[in-house]
């Protein structure tokens, strides 16, 4: 049986790289994804602040944006010697912006341009080259469209594919709406694994709990869990032990806080803000007796200059300890 696999999706302006060093501390096995980087702003851009990202991130996949064959095998080439482990190419995002580049959930249409796109990252690096996509846009039908930018993609050499199951409305619908009113297929990309056994194959869109995801891993390689693992980030302490049957670097979110804080200092030391950082925590100890105070502390307190590590101790110090969550399957 090969190996399942479990990552964390690429989000704008969340999965930065103080948002990933935090995830990190939760899991050693689970992948994480950048943030969407455009290949104009990797090729032109401020690459340090862009696409730095600390050791302990690893393995992490960077994201990128684009449509065009050159620029998307330079941009991969520069993010292969940055370290990161496997460039992905986005497929999936339906905001305005994006489709005026021409690129995102609207290359859903274009699958030979895809397929060139991976064939030219494949060519400039020797990581793995990966695809997240949709199962369509618009009116398009969903097993066709599905079916044939796999078949692009995979002869270009595409080595995984993450598939959010439902399609992208391109006009009318904001990209929040794009992520909750298009219905749910989750069959569709059952099908689509069972007519593709060698290629992996990874689920996304609306998984919340590990009984689901146990669920989905009968059918495909692997599952994205996206907003969930932002609000609710102690449902990756289950990643090891449930897919790996290792224990988990740290026992729940007291410990991944402890286990956080060495990063936060040496960010505090270059400058960083507290709250930068700790923005991405807010969803940590929710369900807990606590759990609000916390977050309206970091809100409050983690903004002003001079919060450092006992900030944060301070707001940690709402939450009861003497209730234990249960991470796995319910
Ligand atoms: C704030 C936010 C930003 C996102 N940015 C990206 C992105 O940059 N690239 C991408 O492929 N998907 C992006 N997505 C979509 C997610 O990767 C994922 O496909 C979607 O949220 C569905 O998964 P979920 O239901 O587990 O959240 C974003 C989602 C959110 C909530």
Redesign the pocket.
Known sequence: MTQKFFTV??????TDRHCRAFHRVMSRRARLYT??VTTGAVIFGPRERLLGFSDAEHPVAV?LGGSNPEELAKAARICAEFGYDEINL?V??PSDRVQNGRFGACLMQEPVLVGECVAAMKAAVSLPVTV?CRIGVDDQDTEEALDRLTDCVVTAGCDELTV?ARKAWLKGLSPKEN?DIPPLDYNRVYRLKAARPDLPIAI????KTWAEIHEHLKHVDGVM????AYHEPEILLGVDRELYGEEPPVADGFEAVEAYESYIAAQLEKGERLSNITRHMLGLFTGRPGARAFRRHLATEAVKPGANLQTLRDAVAHVSRGFALDTAAE
Do not use: F, S
């Open positions: 999706a690429p989000m704008m302006d969340w943030e969407m994201q986005n999936g995002c997240k959010h992520r996304n869109g609306g998984i869990l996206g907003r969930i």
